[in-house]
């Protein structure tokens, strides 16, 4: 390992004054989970680390204008003991239990989460579908994208070396029901080979509104819009599921990797697909 | 303390392990923890060819690296160490690599520095040039192949169970051992029925998470090894030979182990921190990281060909096994692997006519050793789930098939040797009656299918090998036992202090099992293979009881009825609370090498391990997932000495043969292996482990064995793999051959099956 400096500011000002728009080796760290693997494998030898454990706050969990606002630095623990998040957002809750393991999530902070850009995470593919946004702060600036539009490809961000997500902001939408289930095809806690997220919006069986989004097959967490447009305004039945199963293949080239080929993949697309919609359906609840 | 009992009072009692509140309080110290003034800590560079000749090492950048004390290559190791080849069964490999590397990830240069950043930083700027050479990774193409791995073989003669072992050239053939019993062609010419399947198992690793660490302070005349490792008396033998030193000059000190499995044994790092101290005249350190861990020793791949004659009754009339174990660049036990699981390669049955063809072979993968089961899981994996197919074949019950099979108490077993004190029949019908094999089986509806399957193996023990122990009784009555056994995390420390407390009439707690330090605790052969228990518990017992003997002498002579407390011995003697009894036990039991032409030996083990396994499981027929619902598994083990610790033994064996069963493989390209961790190599976590687990180690005595004992660290491990498979054919009609068996391989074979009708 190679010497870097590690600063601890007080405030996240503070922390935005040390990142550099020109210098990709000046990180920030939160948990460390997933920098201090990417450091120990040689892949990231950072300059200098900013520990934004040492900042106060900015991890309050509160609903404000009809979104569950979230701050960045709130550990994943403290999302998954929500009483706010179990109650307006049981997907968000429950994603939390599968996700990694109780040491991880005791430490990660949703903002290192959601800038890590590794394909196989949970929260990215959930929040997508719930049509999140993050609130991304830079020194002199401050902007608004969705989660879905965060991720340009394999560990790659349209965060800029000097930005930081301070907030993460997702519409509640009491007609919305929604579910996020994956797959590992090693251990149980391996990283999901597939993770399905689906948001929808049911009117007397009338699938009225569907969102889909598809994590750890491709480079980033993608949308079926196809597969979504197909499903719209239809009753859900097994045949429907079927042929939205086959539009989906359309959509999604699924990468080969050690979890899994490509075909095999995409056959667990399509089983998947089916089971998210269904366990919303025939439940009626909103988690698996 | 007063008199000696009638019944056992202290062995089969579930004491918990001595060492257990030290462990989970944090006051254990590990080599991790050793810090010697002065010392350096070790960083080595490796080949990233997977065959080459070495043109040339790069090591000026390193050197000139603020804060490294030194860079060596093998040529620096040559100017103390003339000839730095080591193994326990051939000396083939160097201490650092010579003129060629044979794997990827071997040891070519090693930087030396206070820091281990700094020594990590300067490895990476060390440059090699190889000419590469064709490489060979596929242990059926090794068989033929025109690449050879090494130029000349050299056999090392340490063990006597090798001797036979000779210097061959322009083969990758370590050993072939060969048996014949009956005429098998004949019968295969005229059975009714014939078999044959192949099967397959994956390169696996033991992930010990205590990683491999040694360290060494060297001098001239004396030599001292702090080392995590399963054979400190062999430690000392190959360090000694390779210094031309005497074995008390080199002293090996072993603490507590973080796990082993067969990872920590002969010599790992110890060869290189010493070469290393020597040169710097510093204490040196090496500690690997878990991904080194995978380029040091692995688990033999492996193909077998079964073939069986079989009558229409199910009755096995003639088997041939042909094996080849994938070795890896360096034979380590390879061998001696090869060889013993070839004993029982034909499985617990009863056949007349069996041939036995099992090769060790060399290729360009990192080298394969022991792991938990010495080459019995890979041979297992194959026979029982060939059984299993067989009887479908013929619509005979699985079980029906093995219970008109089975290899009866005194019958002889494939290698001529007489079964004896070897539960076989009992551990099957154990595991039969537990998973209610007469009964009615729920096999599933919808997308999820359920099956059900069982195995039954048996393993010879390692040998001969030698134990020797010292138990000594303090003035006051406190005992200490020295032995050079092992405590890995088996609990073998709590066995060995019950047993001497069963002969002493002391309490296990007031028994201190002394850490193995060759000057100090006397010669063992090694933590391996369950011999401990059987060889070590045995030694223990003699010199328990040797001590036991003096001490009653000199209460005789002093005309001390009993009871008597063994203080009140030591001061009559003395005139004060003074002095020592030691007690001295030894043991090597009796053994047949194998006839060279014919693999035949009356006595081909001292004592046999049984282990049965039943699995029900569900299949999520849409996606290929498997889980395991019930998992049982029966052992014969003899008499335990310690119930508690027998049955997590049991647990950990079969947890462990579930990863290699259905997650764990070590991803090879070009020889590199790229899951070299635990965020891409997976072993079972929480959630993998089985709803149930049932144990149970069924009512046996092993007759020479200490109070009835025998070995049991493996047993668990043997049946998982094809019970598994034979479950999944149960369920879903196809049937798997290579390993892991992950719900993508199932998934596609249920999907062909489907094309085909």
Same mark, same amino acid.
């Given at each position: 390992?190679?010497?870097?400096?590690?600063?601890? !500011?007080?405030?996240?000002?503070?922390?935005?004054?040390?990142?550099?728009?020109?210098?990709?080796?000046?990180?920030?760290?939160?948990?460390?989970?997933?920098? &201090?693997?990417?450091? %120990?494998?040689?892949?990231?030898?950072?300059? /200098?680390?900013?520990?934004?454990?040492?900042?106060?706050?900015?991890?309050?969990?509160?609903?404000?204008?009809?979104?569950?606002?979230?701050?960045?630095?709130?550990?994943?623990?403290?999302?998954?003991?929500?009483?706010?998040?179990?109650?307006?957002?049981?997907?968000?809750?429950?994603? &939390?239990?599968?996700?990694?393991?109780?040491?991880?999530?005791?430490?990660?902070?949703?903002?290192?989460?959601?800038?890590?850009?590794?394909?196989?995470?949970?929260?990215?593919?959930? =929040?997508?579908?719930?049509?999140?946004?993050?609130?991304?702060?830079?020194?002199?600036?401050?902007?608004?994208?969705?989660?879905?539009?965060?991720?340009?490809?394999?560990?790659?961000?349209?965060?800029?070396?000097?930005?930081?997500?301070?907030?993460?902001?997702?519409?509640?939408? !009491?007609?919305?029901?929604?579910?996020?289930?994956?797959? @590992?095809?090693?251990?149980?806690?391996?990283?999901?080979?597939?993770?399905?997220?689906?948001?929808?919006?049911?009117?007397?069986?009338?699938?009225?509104?569907?969102?889909?989004?598809?994590?750890?097959?491709?480079?980033?967490?993608?949308?079926?819009?196809?597969? $979504?447009?197909?499903?719209?305004?239809?009753?859900?039945?097994?045949?429907?599921?079927?042929?939205?199963?086959?539009?989906?293949?359309?959509?999604?080239?699924?990468?080969?990797?050690?979890?899994?080929?490509?075909?095999?993949?995409?056959?667990?697309?399509?089983?998947?697909?089916?089971?998210?919609?269904?366990?919303?359906?025939?439940?009626?609840?909103?988690?698996? | 303390?007063?008199?000696?009992? *009638?019944?056992?009072?202290?062995?089969?009692?579930?004491?918990?392990? %001595?060492?257990?509140?030290?462990?989970?309080?944090?006051?254990?110290?590990?080599?991790?923890?050793?810090?010697?003034?002065?010392?350096?800590?070790?960083?080595?560079?490796?080949?990233?060819?997977?065959?080459?000749?070495?043109?040339?090492?790069? +090591?000026?950048?390193?050197?000139?690296?603020?804060?490294?004390?030194?860079?060596?290559?093998?040529?620096?190791?040559?100017?103390?160490?003339?000839?730095?080849?080591?193994?326990?069964?051939?000396?083939?490999?160097?201490?650092?690599?010579?003129? %060629?590397?044979?794997?990827?990830?071997?040891?070519?240069?090693?930087?030396?520095?206070?820091?281990?950043?700094?020594?990590?930083?300067?490895?990476?700027?060390?440059?090699?040039?190889?000419?590469? =050479?064709?490489?060979?990774?596929?242990?059926?193409?090794?068989?033929?192949?025109?690449?050879?791995?090494?130029?000349?073989?050299? !056999?090392?003669?340490?063990?006597?169970?090798?001797?036979?072992?000779?210097?061959?050239?322009?083969?990758?053939?370590?050993?072939?051992?060969?048996?014949?019993?009956?005429?098998?062609?004949?019968?295969?010419?005229?059975?009714?029925?014939?078999?044959?399947?192949?099967?397959?198992?994956?390169?696996?690793?033991?992930?010990?998470?205590?990683?491999?660490?040694?360290?060494?302070?060297?001098? $001239?005349?004396?030599?001292?090894?702090?080392?995590?490792?399963?054979?400190?008396?062999?430690?000392?033998?190959?360090?000694?030979?390779?210094?031309?030193?005497?074995?008390?000059?080199?002293?090996?000190?072993?603490?507590?182990?973080?796990?082993?499995?067969?990872?920590?044994?002969?010599?790992?790092?110890?060869?290189?921190?010493?070469?290393?101290?020597?040169?710097?005249?510093?204490?040196?350190?090496?500690?690997?990281?878990?991904?080194?861990?995978?380029?040091?020793?692995?688990?033999?791949?492996?193909?077998?060909?079964?073939?069986?004659?079989?009558?229409?009754?199910?009755?096995?009339?003639?088997?041939?096994?042909?094996?080849?174990?994938?070795?890896?660049?360096?034979?380590?036990?390879?061998?001696?692997?090869?060889?013993?699981?070839?004993?029982?390669?034909?499985?617990?049955?009863?056949?007349?006519?069996?041939?036995?063809?099992?090769?060790?072979?060399?290729?360009?993968?990192? !080298?394969?050793?022991?792991?938990?089961?010495?080459?019995?899981?890979?041979?297992?994996?194959?026979?029982?789930?060939?059984?299993?197919? #067989?009887?479908?074949?013929?619509?005979?019950?699985?079980?029906? #098939?093995?219970?008109?099979?089975?290899? /009866?108490?005194?019958?002889?077993?494939?290698?001529?040797?007489?079964?004896?004190?070897?539960?076989?029949? /009992?551990?099957?019908?154990?595991?039969?009656?537990? #998973?209610?094999?007469?009964?009615?089986?729920?096999?599933?509806?919808?997308?999820?299918?359920?099956?059900?399957?069982?195995?039954?193996?048996?393993?010879?023990?390692?040998?001969?090998?030698?134990?020797?122990?010292?138990?000594?009784?303090?003035?006051?009555?406190?005992?200490?036992?020295?032995?050079?056994?092992?405590?890995?995390?088996?609990?073998?420390?709590?066995?060995?202090?019950?047993?001497?407390?069963?002969?002493?009439?002391?309490?296990?707690?007031?028994?201190?099992?002394?850490?193995?330090?060759?000057?100090?605790?006397?010669?063992?052969?090694?933590?391996?293979?369950?011999?401990?228990?059987?060889?070590?518990?045995?030694?223990?017992?003699?010199?328990?009881?040797?001590?036991?003997? %003096?001490?009653?002498?000199?209460?005789?002579?002093?005309?001390?009825?009993?009871?008597?407390?063994?203080?009140?011995?030591?001061?009559?003697?003395?005139?004060?609370?003074?002095?020592?009894?030691?007690?001295?036990?030894?043991?090597?039991?009796?053994?047949?090498?194998?006839?060279?032409?014919?693999?035949?030996? =009356?006595?081909?083990?001292?004592?046999?391990?049984?282990?049965?396994?039943?699995?029900?499981?569900?299949?999520? @027929?849409?996606?290929?997932?498997?889980?395991?619902?019930?998992?049982? *598994?029966?052992?014969?083990?003899?008499?335990?000495?310690?119930?508690?610790?027998?049955?997590?033994?049991?647990?950990?064996?079969?947890?462990?043969?579930?990863?290699?069963?259905?997650?764990?493989?070590?991803?090879?390209?070009?020889?590199?292996?790229?899951?070299?961790?635990?965020?891409?190599?997976?072993?079972?976590?929480?959630?993998?482990?089985?709803?149930?687990?049932?144990?149970?180690?069924?009512?046996?005595?092993?007759?020479?064995?200490?109070?009835?004992?025998?070995?049991?660290?493996?047993?668990? +491990?043997?049946?998982?793999?094809?019970?598994?498979?034979?479950?999944?054919?149960?369920?879903?009609?196809?049937?798997?051959?290579?390993?892991?068996? @992950?719900?993508?391989?199932?998934?596609?074979?249920?999907?062909?099956?489907?094309?085909?009708?």
């Amino acid at each position: 390992m190679h010497s870097f400096q590690w600063v601890e !500011p007080k405030t996240l000002t503070e922390a935005l004054d040390f990142l550099s728009m020109d210098d990709p080796d000046i990180r920030m760290v939160t948990g460390g989970t997933a920098l &201090m693997l990417m450091m %120990k494998s040689g892949v990231f030898t950072p300059k /200098k680390l900013i520990n934004l454990r040492t900042v106060q706050g900015n991890s309050d969990i509160l609903i404000k204008d009809d979104h569950l606002c979230i701050g960045s630095l709130a550990c994943l623990s403290e999302i998954e003991h929500s009483p706010l998040v179990a109650n307006e957002l049981p997907s968000l809750k429950a994603v &939390m239990k599968k996700l990694s393991n109780v040491r991880v999530r005791n430490v990660a902070r949703l903002g290192g989460a959601l800038s890590h850009g590794d394909p196989h995470m949970d929260l990215p593919p959930l =929040l997508s579908c719930l049509d999140a946004s993050v609130r991304i702060q830079s020194k002199n600036s401050e902007r608004l994208i969705k989660v879905l539009d965060l991720y340009l490809g394999y560990y790659e961000t349209a965060l800029e070396n000097n930005e930081l997500i301070t907030e993460v902001l997702i519409p509640l939408k !009491p007609d919305y029901q929604s579910t996020y289930i994956k797959c @590992t095809t090693r251990s149980a806690d391996d990283w999901p080979a597939l993770g399905v997220a689906v948001n929808l919006h049911l009117n007397q069986n009338i699938l009225e509104d569907i969102r889909i989004v598809i994590g750890a097959v491709c480079e980033t967490p993608t949308m079926l819009t196809l597969t $979504q447009d197909f499903l719209k305004n239809k009753t859900i039945n097994d045949s429907v599921l079927n042929e939205a199963a086959n539009i989906a293949l359309t959509e999604i080239n699924p990468l080969s990797d050690e979890l899994g080929s490509s075909e095999y993949k995409s056959h667990l697309v399509s089983v998947y697909l089916k089971r998210a919609i269904k366990t919303i359906i025939n439940k009626g609840a909103n988690h698996e | 303390m007063s008199d000696y009992p *009638n019944s056992l009072k202290e062995v089969g009692q579930s004491f918990p392990r %001595k060492e257990a509140r030290h462990k989970v309080t944090g006051q254990t110290n590990y080599t991790h923890h050793i810090k010697l003034p002065g010392m350096l800590i070790g960083k080595i560079f490796r080949s990233t060819v997977a065959h080459g000749k070495i043109i040339s090492i790069d +090591t000026s950048q390193a050197k000139a690296y603020p804060g490294v004390f030194a860079v060596y290559t093998s040529e620096d190791i040559k100017t103390i160490i003339p000839d730095p080849y080591y193994g326990p069964a051939f000396l083939d490999q160097p201490i650092l690599a010579i003129n %060629k590397v044979h794997f990827v990830g071997e040891p070519v240069a090693i930087v030396l520095a206070e820091d281990i950043h700094i020594a990590e930083n300067a490895a990476q700027l060390i440059t090699a040039e190889y000419e590469e =050479l064709p490489a060979v990774y596929d242990e059926i193409e090794a068989m033929s192949s025109d690449i050879v791995v090494h130029d000349e073989l050299k !056999p090392s003669g340490t063990f006597p169970d090798l001797k036979h072992l000779h210097g061959k050239k322009n083969t990758n053939i370590a050993l072939d051992y060969h048996l014949k019993r009956g005429n098998t062609q004949a019968i295969f010419d005229s059975a009714e029925h014939v078999f044959e399947h192949t099967y397959h198992t994956q390169q696996v690793m033991h992930t010990p998470l205590e990683q491999m660490v040694s360290v060494a302070d060297a001098h $001239q005349d004396q030599v001292t090894i702090y080392t995590a490792s399963q054979s400190p008396s062999f430690v000392r033998l190959e360090i000694a030979r390779l210094l031309g030193m005497r074995e008390n000059q080199i002293r090996v000190k072993v603490p507590h182990l973080g796990g082993g499995f067969g990872a920590k044994l002969y010599i790992k790092l110890e060869a290189l921190v010493v070469a290393t101290s020597l040169l710097t005249k510093r204490p040196v350190k090496i500690s690997l990281t878990m991904e080194e861990q995978f380029y040091t020793i692995t688990k033999h791949p492996t193909t077998f060909k079964i073939k069986s004659a079989v009558d229409k009754n199910g009755k096995i009339l003639a088997r041939r096994c042909d094996v080849w174990w994938n070795g890896g660049a360096y034979a380590d036990i390879g061998p001696r692997v090869t060889q013993k699981s070839g004993f029982t390669a034909a499985g617990p049955y009863d056949i007349e006519n069996v041939e036995i063809e099992s090769y060790a072979l060399y290729t360009n993968r990192p !080298p394969s050793g022991a792991l938990r089961g010495f080459g019995i899981p890979q041979l297992v994996w194959a026979y029982e789930s060939h059984t299993d197919q #067989i009887a479908r074949a013929l619509n005979i019950d699985p079980l029906e #098939i093995r219970r008109k099979n089975i290899l /009866k108490e005194g019958r002889p077993q494939a290698t001529g040797t007489i079964m004896k004190g070897a539960e076989i029949e /009992k551990v099957l019908e154990s595991v039969a009656a537990k #998973i209610d094999w007469s009964k009615p089986f729920d096999k599933g509806t919808g997308t999820i299918r359920r099956g059900r399957g069982i195995a039954i193996a048996f393993k010879a023990a390692v040998a001969p090998t030698t134990s020797t122990a010292i138990v000594m009784i303090n003035a006051d009555g406190s005992c200490i036992l020295s032995m050079s056994s092992v405590d890995m995390g088996q609990a073998s420390d709590t066995s060995m202090a019950q047993i001497v407390a069963e002969v002493l009439n002391l309490n296990t707690v007031d028994i201190k099992v002394s850490q193995p330090d060759t000057d100090m605790t006397p010669y063992d052969m090694a933590t391996l293979g369950s011999r401990s228990v059987y060889h070590m518990g045995k030694a223990v017992k003699l010199a328990a009881e040797d001590a036991k003997n %003096k001490l009653e002498k000199m209460a005789q002579d002093l005309n001390l009825s009993k009871p008597y407390h063994f203080r009140d011995v030591f001061i009559k003697h003395y005139g004060m609370q003074a002095g020592s009894i030691l007690g001295f036990g030894s043991f090597i039991p009796s053994y047949t090498p194998p006839d060279k032409k014919d693999g035949s030996t =009356l006595n081909a083990t001292p004592f046999w391990m049984v282990g049965g396994t039943g699995v029900e499981i569900s299949i999520d @027929t849409e996606t290929g997932h498997i889980t395991i619902d019930r998992l049982i *598994n029966v052992v014969d083990c003899g008499n335990p000495i310690n119930p508690k610790i027998v049955d997590t033994q049991l647990s950990g064996a079969a947890i462990m043969q579930l990863g290699f069963s259905l997650t764990e493989k070590m991803n090879l390209d070009a020889g590199q292996v790229t899951n070299a961790s635990f965020a891409d190599y997976k072993i079972p976590g929480f959630n993998d482990i089985p709803l149930v687990i049932e144990n149970e180690a069924i009512e046996a005595y092993q007759i020479d064995g200490p109070f009835g004992a025998k070995g049991v660290g493996e047993s668990a +491990t043997f049946g998982v793999s094809p019970a598994i498979a034979n479950a999944i054919e149960d369920a879903v009609g196809v049937r798997i051959n290579e390993l892991p068996m @992950t719900p993508e391989l199932i998934f596609n074979a249920m999907r062909k099956a489907q094309q085909k009708s």
